[in-house]
């Protein structure tokens, strides 16, 4: 079975009560009926994927709808990799 992963249109991510980010998403089946969800990562999650898709996305254009986080960032000389596991 195949399914499609994407933002819920209309819903943006947002805190929970209890600090942690909701990315809502629509999954949905081939040939089935969409189920809206979220994906709840802490905050340290949050940072460890916001480094791996500024990593993937490193060298290539930022489309013209792009937020302004995606301009390219210079790390100070002094600043650590983020190592490990999320």
């Known amino acids: 079975m195949t399914w499609t ?3 819920t249109p ?3 991510l947002h805190r929970t009560d209890d600090g942690h980010l909701a990315v809502p998403l629509r999954l949905t089946p081939d040939g089935g009926h969409p189920t809206d969800t979220a994906l709840h990562l ?6 460890h994927l916001h480094a791996a898709l500024c990593r993937a996305l490193d060298g290539q254009s930022a489309p013209p709808s792009a937020p302004d986080c ?9 600043a650590a ?6």
């Open 10 to 12: 209309g819903r943006p």
């Open 5 to 7: 992963v994407e933002r």
């Open 81 to 86: 990799d983020i190592v490990g596991r999320a």
């Open 42 to 47: 802490t905050p340290a999650q949050a940072e």
């Open 70 to 78: 995606r301009t390219p960032l210079r790390a100070s000389p002094g």
